[in-house]
């Protein structure tokens, strides 16, 4: 018995009514909030790690469902280390970390504890508590992980980023919260490369102030830091995790920040907790026999959706390097090896893996695979049916669709519902998801404004120093529909999505980035589907210009595979491939090879920016701290004053 058939089971007996299916159980998630998350609560024995039990009544569970401001659990007090630590009874591996070399090292549930308690005495040591906030520049290693449960458990507020971060990039977010506490690395490896971070560690901890230094391999002597060994060498402490309210702040992450200051979301203990619990084992089935392994960094909310893996006792795969060296095989024997049951990767991996020729289920033993997940773009159909034909056949695939915002999903693929190549197959439990119409009327099969109309627990407490919530509210709630549309206010997204008659979602592309070429709208990830489909193209880049007296200029930007050119017939075959499977208005007016295509840290292409770029907005503020390679931003600059209307 699955999980999910469990949580139903249980949803039956306390209704009284026989929720077997799936879009039953998720009818009755967005109808009755209050009573749907407190069975979650109960399913998961939550009143364990609670201060005081959970009170009867609706409003012990939802006091106040306005969004913004849903206030959740409001007399509950608990910690997200208690959650993970009541499992430290578990035998084996908590958590397994493995670089690009195949270094491999482990840390057991049963050593867990004493190493969260030994990095928690240490900062209490340095007079960190409740509410102050710990920094990491972290590679994805286990020592990211054993530092924020014991920022976690004092009540400490904690927040990440990659060390692929500059310093100075690095510190636009961090310094913004006046960290005392710096944990860092001496570096990492990366495409076959010893990484030196060192200095940039050392810098950065300047750039922030007054803080603390701890180094995870620190060298000997180095001035003014902490070596990660030391901090760790009293193991005799065990941790005792502090209680703290439900929506106290647990993590802050950040907005991708291309075009502006990142904003810092915060999110807190409780809803972080209930909703990580429903997604990793009712949604996935994960559970103290799973492994999961999601390959991403610290500056990702994928990492601390991973971590979330250890709430249900399952192991977690940490790893840091190159998903693609020495070549795009590195992950299917990282799967392999590690016997692991819910893979977690991204369209441009398994995109590289199909162009390669990879025949990973033929290569490796794959036998514990029982899901894959993909996220950071839109999985396109094709790939569904490579990872049928390649990978392992009819392994559940669940695309989903999340973000930092709430740091989890909103839609994916769940257990017990069938996989369909392009959809997202359904929408998440307590996730009151519709597509909506300009007026604000929900649309079935037909694309629409993605709206979220109830509240969730782990949308944000607040952002960081945003003490009225106006930057909050205006971020999500303050879209304007036409005529008479809805007063009450709703998450709007900004993502294009249709809601088939069956549940499932297709996601098209950001709304703010659509192509509406002769009144005719069309999301940017259908146009990559196609063209990406296409044996010799490595990744595409479309975009919408608007021009004076109603000009329109889509050009489609490409980077080849190895080898390969743009010759006459590459692009006529292009063009054929949108005009047949999509439609003769959305062929592009040129098809242009491309130096590379700019993206944000987490790998979501910059449309809107490099759109209003190649319009002539002379307003447009790229951070190049916030871009993987900012040098492209001037080429495509270059392209705009180059194109002529």
Known sequence: ???????????????????????????????????????????????????????????????????????????????YADAILRHADLPGEAIVGLDEDGNRVAVSWAELPVRVGAVAHAMRELGVGRG????????????????????????????????DYAPEGAAGRLAQLEPKVLFSAAGYRYNGKDIDKVADSVELAGLLGDVTHIMVDAPDGQAGVTPWAEVIADQSHRPEPVKVPFDHPLWVLFSSGTTGRPKGIVHGHGGVVIEHLKCTAIQSDLDENSVFFWQTALSWMMWNYQVAGLLVGARIVTYSGSALYPNADRLWSVVADEHVTFFGTSPGQLQASRKAGLHPGVEHD???????????????????????????????????????????????????VPVVAGELSARFLGVALEAWSPSGQPLVDEVGEMVITEPMPSMPVMFWNDPDGERYRSAYFTHEWDGDGPTTPVWRHGDWVTVTDRGSLVIHGRS?????????????????????????????????????????????FVTLVSGAELTDELTSRIAAEVKTRLSPRHVPDEIVVAPGIPHTRTGKKLEVPVTAILAGHSEVNVDPKSVDDYSLIEWYAERGRAHRW
């Open 132 to 163: 102050d906030v710990v920094s990491a520049y972290l590679p994805d290693i286990p020592e990211a992980v054993i530092a924020f449960l014991a920022t976690a458990s004092l009540g400490a507020v904690w927040s990440g980023c990659g060390q």
């Open 366 to 416: 794959l036998s514990a695979l029982s899901l894959l997940g993909s996220t950071g773009s839109t999985l396109a159909a094709d790939l569904f049916d490579w990872v049928d034909a390649e990978v392992k056949a009819d392994l559940p695939i669940s695309s989903i669709s999340g973000g930092t915002d709430v740091v989890s999903a909103f839609a994916g693929g769940t257990t017990g």
């Open 512 to 556: 703010d980035a659509t192509l509406n070429r002769h009144g005719i709208r069309m999301g940017s990830a259908d146009i990559y589907e196609v063209v990406e489909g296409v044996p010799e193209i490595a990744e595409a880049f479309v975009l919408g210009v608007d021009g004076a007296d109603g000009k329109y200029w889509m050009p489609l």
């Open 1 to 79: 018995m699955t999980v999910f058939d469990r949580f139903a089971e249980k949803l039956s007996e306390r209704t009284g009514t026989s929720l077997t299916s799936y879009n039953g159980v998720w009818q009755y998630s967005v109808d009755d909030l209050p009573g749907f998350w407190r069975t979650v609560w109960e399913f998961f024995a939550l009143d364990e790690i609670a201060e005081t039990p959970l009170a009867d009544g609706d409003a012990a569970v939802l006091a106040d469902a306005t969004m913004p401001g849903a206030v959740w659990f409001p007399d509950i007090e608990l910690n």
